[in-house]
């Protein structure tokens, strides 16, 4: 199959067509109320467009370059839409068109007691916003250059700062903006280094010069990048302890951009990684793939860990999101390591598994918000506690839901398993090609560690939607829910539905993105996933054909109860109420999400260490107690024990060197005059 | 042929696995000095509730419909991955050992939801204690299941059945696996899966609510899974008497049926002698023995490697 064959400056439509919904929606301030979704509907077409744009240019692989404006000093700013730009751009795109759909329901209706919806200046900031954010996001993989590319960073930085602060009437979500503009502008910082050293040495600030000059960088430059690299795009990502931005931003935007940001913007991140590390800074020594994989254990498990102890819906969503990034970013370490390790052909199976990964979860992830915002709209409330029984309230709503849930899961035949069995099959290559004991200890340490996390992740949407939908409402809230508007389905719905077929048809899926791992590793190996009838007995290779697994299901599911039907004839079902020991049942007998994560809070408690507060009162003698009061907290042990410890350092020294600035003028005046005497010596 | 083997494979899995229940639960009541019920015993029980109405209850959703079919159709496809009469069969392509782990996720699932779905605080506890068993021992079957598969690269299930990997590393690999079956199918000294009190339920708190057909079911389906640990304990580490890929004469199946089922059932003994001569964890005291399987894992692992070279 191949593509449209796409002149060049179709890659910039979509981001014509992005703008052009932040011009719509800055116009319909004054506008009369029947204006409202023109911005997300042009965002939508555009996003569609990106899509075409997007497959198109994968199916004919070939790169297309576009020549843009110069600034000056010789610096360009030109686009460039090579297989992996045009991977990167289909991750963007294609949840947009479902966040843009849906976000037309959603501000039109109210998500909190009290609140009115958003009224049409406060929306057309959301929309225009939102627009610009999807435009910088889709420059960024367009860029050519280091400048285009820090620019469309920067804007996606503050688009984004903006989306999370809102009107700033908020206290909460005005302190996660802060967190989240402060930690992304370091991460800026480290980018800038790791790539300003990149062009001084090519001597230009083209991706393509410097990819070229690439072989015959020093080792310890090659080095410094890609730590600056791992720390900068690392933040971005939500490695932890880098990530302490990922639970307070996320949570705090409208629930269609948390599902962008989550879904799409941390990708970016990814992207950078990957043109660092498979491109512009070459092949590297063997430890960065070690540091990678160390670093993707620790964030998936400890990610997983954090969200099942909380409460709050979108939290443990976002503390998810570092769970699957640390996944991601491990199967990188692999394809790193065996990359570096001139083994081509098993890195471009890793790159499978990561990029696979990696579209499945922009995927269900941003299903997932866009669940919880309609939960949000729903009730009011995004406190799982106060939830429950909202199947019966939201059917739809819990369907898509439902397959969010499954799929985030890795349970076959759906996306996430896909993904997850590359990544599987991606450790057992890595461990079985390498002659060195400690690498095939790392591959099966990194195997125990994925399946914890995918159990662990299974506990924790189970949690999730069981808590959340199934059983009774605990509040009044939950009981007073009702269905969500029409294109919030519709958006849901649309998501649903990829992650059904990307998980059945992921070969095609295999297909389309072979031409972006035959780019990065220099090898075109053949999609691995192979059909049972594919292949030769001679070779039992392990193989997953999802196709086959959902039809068996299907065909053996139905066997016993076929062999119990004729055998026994039909049975009745009667309904009536559940048996609690003889009581009569009441909502404060089933389960909390508290009470549901206990276990696992008690067994992990080393790694997660909650705070434990038990205060018995006993007002006239011990042995007649008048109330128990319980409290149990969990602080993340990095904000414990790393940020706090960082926090009150650089208060320390900016008390220490408070005396400077004493006020006495005669003091700034020596100050100037110092300087002055010592500018003039190193100026000599 | 290859194609009819499977099917013979979901009948053989379906009808023995209430024997191997039938032969463990006697065992242990010979060796508790009891007579028990008879071997044949589970059979009557699934029929008896095959046969009878369901109550459901009023504050359960379709999920609660829904999980036994899912549960069922999802132990049952894991089942059927595992070679037991012959190497080969017409899903030997996809019998991966991976997907056999993920299909038991898949059903647990479902069943998980269900404890949920019936606002009692039974369900909740049985779901709460299955998720939190099932992943604490999940990277000891993926330390066993790599530790078989590293070294002939690859995770097809008739690939690792054959695997001539170091007597150490098999060895190792078997303990784990061992206390992965006991864990994954509930029995001392995990679980007690005779009682239903409210100490010992992790499986049957979840299916508390159930009964009639759908509870007939999924007791035939947590049998059928047994049986397919037990299979898979029998297939990698006791391979012989199976019969050759390819080989469909009545006499080669024949061997294997029976070997087949010596294995199983002198595996089920063994779990059985097992549950007879140790008592119950304490359940914050289980995941003592589960981190032992993960250690024992690594070990596994570290030795097919190391022992080879």
């Known amino acids: 199959m191949s593509g449209l064959s796409l002149p060049a400056w179709t890659m910039l439509l979509p981001i014509f067509g992005y703008l052009a919904a932040v011009v719509a929606a800055i116009l319909s301030v004054n506008g009369k109320n029947a204006l409202r979704p023109v911005s997300s509907l042009i965002t939508t077409a555009s996003a569609l467009i990106g899509v075409v744009v997007a497959v198109s240019a994968l199916l004919d692989n070939e790169t297309q370059t576009l020549r843009g404006w110069e600034l000056f000093n010789g610096i360009q700013i030109g686009f460039r839409l090579d297989s992996l730009a045009a991977f990167f751009l289909l991750v963007i795109s294609f949840p947009a068109i479902a966040a843009a759909i849906y976000g037309i329901g959603y501000l039109d209706s109210a998500h909190e007691p009290g609140h009115a919806a958003a009224q049409l200046p406060q929306r057309a900031g959301i929309d225009g916003a939102a627009g610009a954010f999807l435009a910088s996001m889709s420059l960024l993989v367009l860029a050519d250059g280091i400048f285009g590319f820090l620019i469309a960073w920067e804007a996606m930085s503050l688009t984004s700062f903006f989306l999370v602060i809102g009107d700033g009437a908020n206290t909460a979500r005005r302190s996660a903006a802060y967190t989240y503009v402060v930690m992304t502008h370091i991460a800026t910082g480290f980018i800038l280094f790791a790539f300003l050293g990149l062009a001084q040495h090519a001597g230009s600030f083209n991706f393509t010069q410097i990819a070229g000059a690439a072989g015959s960088l020093g080792a310890w430059q090659r080095d410094a990048t890609f730590f600056c690299a791992l720390l900068g795009f690392g933040t971005k990502a939500g490695l932890i302890p880098l990530h302490i931005w990922l639970p307070k931003a996320h949570p705090a935007a409208p629930s269609h951009i948390s599902a962008l940001m989550s879904g799409v913007m941390v990708k970016t991140a990814i992207y950078g990684l990957i043109r660092i590390i498979f491109e512009l800074a070459g092949p590297g020594p063997r430890w960065w793939g070690t540091v990678l994989i160390l670093a993707g254990i620790v964030s998936a498990v400890m990610g997983i860990l954090y969200s099942l102890m909380e409460r709050d819906l979108k939290r443990g969503l976002a503390y998810s999101t570092v769970e699957h990034l640390g996944i991601i970013t491990l199967g990188l370490g692999i394809a790193t390591l065996l990359f570096n390790d001139d083994r081509p052909e098993l890195a471009a199976f890793a790159l499978f598994a990561v990029l696979i990964h990696l579209l499945n979860h922009a995927a269900f992830k941003s299903l997932l918000f866009l669940g919880a915002g309609a939960v949000q709209t729903a009730t009011g409330t995004r406190d799982l506690e106060r939830l429950g029984g909202l199947i019966k309230r939201m059917p739809r709503t819990a369907i898509f839901v439902l397959i969010g849930a499954a799929s985030i899961s890795a349970l076959p035949p759906l996306n996430g398993f896909a993904g997850e069995w590359l990544l599987f099959q991606s450790l057992l290559k890595l461990g079985g090609s390498d002659d060195t004991a400690p690498i095939a200890t790392l591959a099966g340490i990194g195997a125990a560690a994925l399946a914890l996390t995918g159990a662990l992740a299974v506990a924790c949407f189970i949690r999730l939607f069981g808590i959340g939908f199934l059983a009774q409402p605990r509040t009044d809230e939950a009981a007073d829910a009702h269905e969500v508007s029409k294109s919030m389905q519709f958006g849901m719905g649309l998501l649903a539905t990829c992650c059904l077929f990307f998980g059945i048809g992921v070969t095609f899926l295999l297909r389309l993105i072979e031409p972006v791992v035959a780019q990065l590793s220099a090898d075109s190996a053949p999609p691995p996933v192979l059909f049972a009838r594919g292949v030769s007995t001679d070779s039992l290779q392990g193989s997953y054909a999802p196709l086959f697994v959902a039809l068996g299901l299907v065909v053996v599911g139905i066997l016993p109860w076929a062999i119990a039907r004729g055998l026994f004839g039909k049975v009745g079902r009667r309904i009536a109420p559940p048996w609690v020991c003889g009581f009569r049942i009441e909502t404060g007998m089933q389960y909390t999400a508290t009470a549901f994560s206990k276990p696992l809070r008690l067994m992990f408690q080393f790694v997660i260490r909650p705070d434990r507060t038990v205060v018995i009162d006993h007002p006239d003698s011990p042995y007649f107690v008048t109330g128990v009061h319980y409290d149990e907290t969990v602080r993340p042990i990095y904000e414990r024990y790393i940020y706090d410890n960082l926090v009150r350092g650089l208060f320390g020294f900016s008390r220490l060197i408070r005396p400077m600035q004493g006020g006495s003028i005669r003091a700034y005046l020596g100050y100037v005059l110092v300087t002055l005497i010592l500018v003039i010596v190193l100026a000599r | ?309």
């Open chain 2, 1 to 309: 042929m290859d194609t009819l083997l499977v099917p013979v494979q979901i009948l053989l899995m379906l009808f023995f696995a209430p024997l191997v229940q039938g032969v463990i639960k006697t065992s242990k009541a010979r060796w508790q000095m009891r007579h028990g019920p008879g071997v044949l015993q589970p059979y009557r029980d699934i029929a008896k509730l095959l046969s009878r109405e369901s109550v459901q209850s009023d504050k359960a959703s379709w999920i609660f419909t829904l999980a036994p079919v899912v549960y069922a159709a999802a132990l049952m496809s894991a089942a059927v991955l595992i070679p037991t009469i012959s190497e080969r069969s017409a899903v030997t392509g996809i019998a991966d050992a991976i997907l056999f782990v993920a299909l038991l996720a898949l059903g647990r699932f479902a069943l998980a939801l269900a404890g949920l779905d019936t606002a009692s605080n039974f369900g909740g506890m049985g779901s709460s204690r299955e998720v939190t068993f099932s992943a604490l021992i999940e990277p000891a079957i993926m330390l066993v299941i790599f530790a078989i598969a590293l070294p002939i690269g690859s995770t097809n299930l008739t690939a690792m059945a054959g695997a001539d990997i170091a007597a150490v590393a098999k060895i190792l690999a078997f303990g784990a696996l061992l206390i992965a079956t006991i864990t994954e199918t509930g029995r001392v000294p995990i679980d007690n899966p005779d009682t239903h009190l409210e100490l010992t339920m992790i499986h049957e708190g979840m299916i508390l609510e159930y009964s009639g057909r759908p509870l007939g079911i999924l007791h035939w389906a947590t049998q059928v899974k047994q049986l397919a640990f037990l299979s898979l304990l029998a297939a990698i580490f006791i391979p012989w008497g199976m019969a050759d890929a390819g080989d469909h004469s009545i006499s080669a199946l024949g061997v294997g049926l029976g070997a087949f089922t010596i294995k199983v059932v002198v595996l089920g003994l063994l779990l059985g002698v097992i549950e007879t001569s140790v008592a119950k964890l304490r359940i914050f005291k289980a995941p003592d023995l589960i981190g032992f399987a993960s250690v024992l894992g690594v070990l596994a692992v570290l030795a097919s490697y190391v022992v080879e070279r």
